[in-house]
């Protein structure tokens, strides 16, 4: 390791010492707003090392990290992604029973395996980001426990260990093949000796245990349970974060390996894209938990999603990083706005709950609804680009059949999205609320943040742009 | 520049009405107003550019996404022109109709409702394809958010209704907009959704086919055609009055105007290839349409049949794609804008007096409300098509291009006409005069409706008996857009499944004068 390689890890160093330093700290007694502080700053401060990151950059950190564009990008947008909902989280834990400082410790872990994630050029850091991740993933989800809590948190458990295994194995079995781990050199093993069975089926297990953490269909049934169960702003971090990680490293290994140009490959793929969308939309119809609308809802953003990974090619590589950041601040901003509602007495979930918020707190309301239009793919918001980009890179290639899904699942959606809407801005019912609690201040703030974030991303996508065109030069 | 601040003007004055909230009264109403006025006077000033000798009276291009080919480049000729006039003009009549009908939530209420209209004047103004898109899309949110929020009893299965299929519709256009855009980036090597620049992309005819149904669909579902109209009666319905002037005398015209600026002049083979189907649609719709509106007990839902009807006559108008009929879609536009805009002020007018939409319920209304009936007598006359009034140029000069085109077409498109008399007639009939049931009546309309209906009537009543004016300065001249598309009238007679062979380039230079005289002998 030469101090460069050293620089080029500082965001992942940053994380381990910060929560190494938040763990030797948790042993005194500290008060619940400083271990929110030195998350944040934590995430901050990672954030800021990305700068002389770069200049680092582009550099191998042994064969397992590789440092360039791509992950510098997805490791700013995930440091992003977890400022928000440490921000959120704060105001959502004030006054809960437990412990909060290990809270936020297991964020900066999980944080750090979802960085980790980003970078891996190889399938140990591969499976090591993944299960830093999950393992964190099992205490956020059931932290606050409850039987809701509890039921998620096991769920989640069983069948993450499952896919584990799966992707595990799947590794083995292309490592049989290939005879390497290394994402940079698959593309050239595989054009010498022709691509095998042990291979499909490597790939395919892998396709399984990727398919499970992204929660595409048909592994999607765990989702909305799980959503539903964890505490809110952890609903967030694994819609973004979790699948956002998972997103980054998908995107370099199939893009480095070609393996999607293989044909089995690339039709199973599309059956999971379409797949995902139908599932996800048609059953957010019958939802009547804005939790569980929104788990649905990120389900068939997969799909999407996945539309820009069998476009290929740096329009899809570009269309995929900006549909991922316009999904990371939508999803993240309407998560927030239940975890800014929700007291430490009751998650406000039920679509009744929401009656008539626009007219007691038009500015959250307002914030909520721009939330929801983005995921639906209204214009002037970022969104909107995200799914044009992914539509364009759809139509550049002729996938007219994915393309089509596309159109009609976003007529689906609509329904739903605007059903919350409607909702928020149905008259109140009932008696007349008395004098509203303060929001907490930190989430305001980030929800707010997110949403001036929402409209610049949908109105002048010019700089996120040119920063993912660059991310596609790192192995295109 | 000044066409920038033509859409903006709405906005800004729309978040000023919401700011001054707070002032309470009648702020946001006479803020919006004054915005619509200044956005109208602003309008104005660029037609008394008079010709500048291009193409456009006025044109704005910024910097958007010079990556991606998307430019802001908006511009208006005449028609352009003439429609933005009337959405400044409908925005002011709406927010008039609205006055007092609208007490809760007012702010947010003018926010809503000039949103609407940025989104219909970015529409009519905008000559880059994605940008054109989020126009197109801009103005369904705080459509719908007026429906769902001041509307009346259905109004939130209307209101999702309405949202779901236009965006249904819209989603296959941009679909096509951007098959269209890579299909002229493979072919010309420079990837651009500029108006001008996608002109005459050269294509083969499957691919024009499939990418012109992207951009029906979406114009036949906003214009409404039948089938596409379901969303329709039900929004105008439950819709306030105002959002009903909006929805009639805006949305359904940036259908229209869509096929005009965009569909034909980008796919002119396909358009014409399907013409023959859309017309059999227009004349279903021209009658059928009028046939349900007779069988209607809801009044507003009448209207909005007679809606469907009239959109009918613009849709044959505008396949017809002949310079006589073409012009008389644009007439036929503006004055429906007017004339059935005016027709939902005073069917809001009576809801409000008398709580009731139901026709059943009312009658003689005259005896209590003179000055209101003589109104709805004066823009029934107007839909029915009475000559020296506007809508009957339009729909005149419509049958008088299309059966240049096809007799028979012209010949049953007609019979829409007759029952239009009907159920005019028999809608004036029923509410206005009979026995009272409401036993005092209702109170006649005061200054403020009188001057809006006024000014409408007065639209109306120029563009029927002097039209050469208008028709000169904002008519639709031999060219739209950049090339001139004649379509072989023959071709539309027979088959038009292959398509003729080329499209005849001609120049259509309508005879004006004579169309103005007739008006004119007609007016008299």
Known sequence: ?476 | MILAWAVLIPFFGGVAAWASTRLGGAFPRCIALLALALDFALLLSVLGRGDSGGQWLAETRLEWMPGVGAGIHLAADGLSLALALLTAFLGMAAIAASWTGIRERTGFFHLCLMSVIAGVMGAFLALDLLLFYVFWELMLVPMFLMIAVWGHGGRYRAALKFFIFTQAGSLLMLVSILGLYFVHGTETGKYSFDYMELLGTPMGRAAEFWLMLGFLAAFAVKLPAVPFHTWLPEAHAEAPAGGSVLLAGLLLKTGAYGMIRFLFPLFPNAAEAIAPAVYVLAVIGIIYGAVLALGQTDLKRLIAYTSVSHMGFVLLGIFAWEGLALNGALVLMVCHGASTGALFIIAGAIEERAHTREMARMGGFWSSAPKMGGAALFFALASMGLPGLGNFLGEFLVLLGVFGVNPLLAASAALGLVASVIYSLWMVQKVFHGPALQGPGISDIGVREAATLASMAALVLWLGLYPAHFLDRMGIKESIGATAIGIDSKAATGTGADGPEAVRITEHRPDMEGAAELGGIKGK
């Open chain 1, 1 to 476: 390791m030469s101090a460069a390689d050293l620089i080029a890890i500082l965001p992942m160093l940053v994380l381990t010492i910060a929560a190494v330093v938040a763990t030797v700290l948790a042993a005194f007694r500290t008060s619940h707003a400083f271990n929110a502080a030195l998350a944040v700053s934590a995430f901050v401060l990672a954030l800021l090392s990305l700068v002389p990151a770069s200049k680092a950059a582009p550099r191998a950190v042994t064969a397992l990290i590789s440092v360039d564009a791509h992950s510098l990008l997805f490791t700013g947008l995930l440091l992003g992604a977890a400022i928000a909902v440490t921000l959120l989280s704060h105001g959502y834990n004030e006054g809960r029973e437990g412990g909060l400082a290990e809270f936020y410790i297991v964020l900066l872990i999980a944080t750090l395996g979802a960085v980790v994630l980003a970078a891996s050029a190889h399938f140990a850091a591969f499976f090591l980001g993944l299960e830093i991740l999950g393992v964190s993933l099992y205490v956020l989800i059931a932290y606050f426990l409850g039987e809701r809590a509890n039921e998620a948190s096991v769920k989640y458990l069983i069948l993450a260990g499952i896919a584990s295994s799966f992707l595990v194995f799947g590794m083995a079995l292309v490592y049989a093949e290939l005879g390497t781990m290394e994402f940079s050199e698959m593309a050239g093993r595989a054009g010498e000796s022709g691509a095998g069975p042990l291979l499909f089926a490597g790939l395919a297990m892998i396709t399984v245990a990727a398919g499970f953490k992204l929660a595409a269909a048909p592994f999607h049934m765990w989702a909305p349970d799980v959503y539903e169960g964890a505490p809110a702003p952890v609903g967030a971090f694994l819609a973004a974060v979790s699948k956002g990680a998972v997103a980054a490293l998908l995107l370099r290994f199939f893009f480095q390996t070609g393996s999607l140009a293989l044909e089995p490959l690339f039709i199973v793929f599309g059956a999971i894209a379409v797949a995902s969308m139908f599932a996800g939309n048609i059953l957010a119809l019958f939802q009547t938990s804005v939790k569980r609308t929104l788990a649905y809802s990120s389900i068939a953003h997969v799909g999407y999603l996945l539309i820009a990974f069998l476009a290929g090619g740096r329009a899809g590589m570009v269309a995929a990083g900006y549909y991922l950041a316009a999904y990371f601040i939508s999803i993240i901003g309407a998560f927030g706005a239940v975890t800014l509602l929700s007291g430490k007495d009751r998650e406000i979930d039920l679509l009744d709950d929401y009656r008539g918020l626009a007219w007691r707190r038009p500015w959250l309301a307002g914030a909520f609804t721009a939330m929801l239009l983005s995921l639906a793919g209204m214009p002037l918001t970022a969104g909107f680009l995200g799914k044009f980009f992914v539509a364009s890179a759809g139509v550049g290639e002729a996938l007219w059949l994915l393309v089509i899904a596309l159109a009609v699942n976003s007529a689906i959606a609509i329904y739903y999205y605007l059903r919350i809407i409607i909702a928020l801005f149905s008259p109140a019912y009932g008696e007349a609320p008395g004098p509203l609690p303060r929001l907490p201040i930190a989430g305001t703030v980030a929800l707010g943040a997110l949403t001036l974030l929402l409209v610049f991303l949908g109105v002048y996508p010019g700089p996120l742009l040119a920063l993912l065109e660059e991310a596609a030069s790192a192995f295109l």
